[in-house]
Every structure is written in C-alpha cells, then in structure tokens.
C-alpha cells in the first residue's frame, strides 16, 4: 500500500493507482463529478483507463466529449512526472475515497478526487468557517474581519480563505493571533506562492494549519484557476462569510457555489454608496445571504453553542459588568429559567437579532448558557 508520510489523511492506495488517479484527474473535459462516476462503477482508476471506451459510454451522463482525451499514454505520461515529484517532496495528499477525505467536501459531487496539503491540517468534528471578500478590503472590512474572528474564537472554528491579498489574508492572520486553525486554498501547485508578498506567512499558516490545492506542481499560474479553487474553500466550510466585494468578483462565485451545496452563506452589509459593499447588499437584497452584523448571527442561524471555559465562581464577579441592555436580559432568564431565544427576545421587547447579539455577549462574560434548540439559562 501506498502511504503519505506526516500527514493525518492516510491515503490507502497503491502507487499504481495513485498514478492511475493523478492520469484521470488530467483529462480535459472529465471533471471530478464524472470522474468520481467512472471509479464508481469501474472499480478504480486503473480500470477506466483499462475498460474499453464503448463499455464507458454505456454510464449514465458519461458521453464522448467528456473522453475523446481519454489516453493512457498521454495521461499516464504526465502523471508519472507529478508523482516523482509528490515523492520527492514527500507531499501529502487526500482520495475522495478516504475515510480522512473531508467530511463537507465529501457531499460536493465536484470536490476534487485527490488534492494535495502541506502543514498540520486537522479537521475532524470541526467547526469550519469560509471567510472570503474583495482584495481591496476598506479599513472597516479589515476591522469587521478581525472583530469577528476574536468574538468566535470560543467556538474553536476551523478559517479558510484563499491567501489572497485583502479579506482573505486579513483571515488568516486574525486566526493566527487568536490561534486558530487556518486553511489556505491555492490556486496553483504546492511549489509556489501567490501572491509573493505574502511569503512570510506561509511558516505561521503552516504551523497553525496549512495550504491546500488539487494543482499540480508542473501546472501553469492561470487566474481561471481561482474560480476551481473556490467550489474547495466553499465545500469545506459549513458556512460562506462574504466580508466586503464589489458588484462582481470572485467572492460572490465563491458564496453562489456555497449555496449550491447547500451551506449557509453570510454577508456584511455597507452602505448603499460603498463600491465595496454592492456584492454583499445585493446578495442580501436577493436573499443568497444572511445578514452578519455580528457574531451572535453565525451562532443563531448554524445553531453553534460556546462550551463554558469560565469557572463557575467568576460569575458573580462579571455579574457586576453587565450593560444596561443586558441586565433585562439576564433578569428575564433568571426568572423564566431556560427559554428561547425567540420568547426571550419577546418577552424583553427587543428584536431577535438584538437579542442574539445580548446572549453571545452573556455566553462570552460566562453568565448564560446555550442549550440544543436555541434554549438559554442562567449558569448559577
């Protein structure tokens, strides 16, 4: 058997078909979908190229464009060269076969058959958050990205961006100072780095996550390969965060994609006058996206709880600092006993965002307590 040594995803294939599924992954026209169809019913990757064509096109949506570049040879040829230098380096790598193969990316029928990493990536039964936005992110963008990565910080969310200049590196270093795991999607193989500005954060991504990408080493830089890159930051992610963009760019491919799977998708909404936010009104405007003002949204609409790390007998000593808007709050609860957030927002004469946002704010100070099905109470 074939392993990928110092990596958490043990990839249980032999050399001969890893070189079979790095041949297949370079067909032009196939796609992953079809690509993960054809193992499916042939067995393997080997066996694709081994069955004859006509045997192929009998598979359902698998029709002659898709293999008129079906070549063993020419495939094969390329393949061997990619997998002398995944050996060479010692590269690590992920089958969509594998019982380590990301959970989300897992329900994408376009995640990538195989993609390679580098670092100390794990996400297992993790939180995992997408943060995505416009390279030419304003001073409040960058503020808002960094505020609300602080406030989620309890949840312990696994942050994946792009490595791209503006919101998405401002992701990844926020994640880094709340020491965070962080995943950065490239766009190009594992040998290079773009933009090169930003090589002085490959040690920390590393060392507090790592890159991951499904191009090769031999593969040209081509800015069509953002928008392949972006179905992978939007399948691993539970949720799409859009922080700032224009009326068009790639984070609005990205949160489109995140909502063809099916994900939750946020957006921060600008003013109407602000270039950088008419991406992010509009797919407010046109419900693709949920409003974010803070993080108490992300906790309501994914239904995430904060696990209580404060002691018991700090209680009475943050009592002493609540605000005025959340005394009530606090005294309503305290009367009720566990409620939901919708009677408490109710009851409180507050609206329900508000009140989402007073809750979090309870839950970080250790005075309050969420429970499954979006119930609150008071910690005695």
Known sequence: MYFCNDSPYFIMLSKKELLY?????????????????????????EGVF??????????????????????????????????????????SFSYFLDNDYPENLKHCLDGPILFFLSGNIDLKEKKIISIVGTRKVTTYGKSFCEKLIAEIAPLNPVIV????????????????????????????????????NHKKYVSPVKKNGGFITEFWSSDAFDRTNFLRRNRI???LSQATIVIESAEKGGSLVTADIANSYNRDVFAVPGRASDTQSQGCNNLIKTQRAHLLSSA??????????????????????????????????????????????DIIALQ?????FKAATIL?????????????????????
Do not use: M
């Open 50 to 91: 081994k069955e004859k064509k006509r045997n192929l096109l009998k598979i359902d949506g698998i029709g002659a464009f898709k293999l008129k570049d079906l070549s063993e040879k020419l495939q094969i040829d390329a393949a061997e060269e990619e997998l002398r230098y995944i050996e060479e380096n010692n590269i």
């Open 233 to 235: 930051i939007a399948g």
């Open 161 to 196: 961006s792009g490595f791209a200049y503006g919101v998405d590196i401002s992701a990844h270093i926020a994640a880094i100072d709340n020491d965070l795991q962080t995943i950065a999607c490239l766009a190009h193989g594992l040998n290079q780095i773009y933009p090169k």
């Open 21 to 45: 599924t790095l041949a297949l992954q370079r067909v032009a026209n196939l796609g992953d979908a079809s690509a993960k169809k054809l193992i499916a019913k042939v067995g393997s990757a």
């Open 296 to 341: 108490a949204d992300i906790l309501y609409v994914l239904g995430w709880e904060i696990e209580e790390s404060k002691p018991k007998t700090q209680q009475t000593r943050l009592f002493v600092g609540l605000s005025q808007e959340e005394k009530p709050v606090y005294d309503y609860l305290k009367e009720a006993g566990k409620e939901q957030l």
């Open 348 to 352: 409180c004469n507050i609206p329900t």
């Open 360 to 380: 979090l704010n309870l839950e970080l100070k250790g005075v309050v307590r969420p429970l499954p099905g979006k119930l609150f109470e008071i910690l005695e």
